[in-house]
């Protein structure tokens, strides 16, 4: 079922997105990255927090 904004649900904090643009914002703000370096990042580990964390830790 296609992810619809008036939906109620639990977001999925443990995946980072970029269907939205607040979504990006987000997750840009709060890794303290550019959006460049987010794409990256989730390029090379894939879309888990966690491991985006690590990737961007480990520089």
């Known amino acids: 079922m296609a992810d619809g904004k008036n939906e109620v649900g ?3 904090r443990a995946r980072i ?3 939205e643009d607040y979504e990006v914002r987000d ?3 709060a890794l303290g990255v550019s ?4 794409r990256e990042a ?3 580990v894939g ?3 966690d491991a985006v964390r ?3 830790n480990k520089g």
Do not use: H, P
């Open 54 to 56: 690590a990737y961007l």
């Open 35 to 38: 959006e460049q370096e987010l």
């Open 10 to 12: 639990a977001a999925d």
């Open 47 to 49: 879309n888990s927090v």
């Open 42 to 44: 989730v390029d090379a």
């Open 27 to 29: 997750w840009t703000k």
């Open 17 to 19: 997105s970029f269907r």
